[in-house]
């Protein structure tokens, strides 16, 4: 999608961006939409957990910021929750998950062209 292209691209020059400045692009990027300050933020928020579940970008919900994040090269840590006896469990794995890398899935919005 062009707006998934669009914030890699600036997110590859900045490295990092704050929630209220992708929400701030958004509207510019989407002049054809009206919406609320509030609900270019809640989209901002909806595009960056989406971003962030794809590993294409990491997600600082403590700092509201959305970080640059190179699956090819980096090693995420990741949290698997999990029902078990009807209760929320979660387990934290130190190792890196073995996964097919992303770039090629994600080539054309990594600007790879792969």
């Known amino acids: 999608n062009r707006q998934v292209r669009r914030l890699l691209k600036t997110l590859k020059e900045k ?3 704050a929630i209220d400045n992708i929400a701030k692009l958004l509207e510019t990027w989407c002049a054809y939409i009206s919406a609320t300050k509030q609900g270019w933020l809640t989209y901002a928020r909806i595009l960056a957990q989406w971003v962030d579940t794809t590993d294409l970008a990491l997600l600082d919900k ?3 910021k959305l ?5 090819a090269t980096e090693i995420r840590d990741v ?4 029902l078990k006896d009807g209760e929320l469990k979660s387990r ?3 190792t890196p998950l073995l996964k097919i890398s992303p770039s090629g899935l994600f080539g054309p919005f990594m600007g790879t062209g792969e």
């Open 79 to 82: 949290t698997f929750c999990y």
């Open 92 to 94: 934290r794995f130190s």
């Open 62 to 64: 403590k700092n509201q």
């Open 67 to 71: 970080i640059r994040f190179d699956p």
């Open 15 to 17: 490295n990092a961006l």
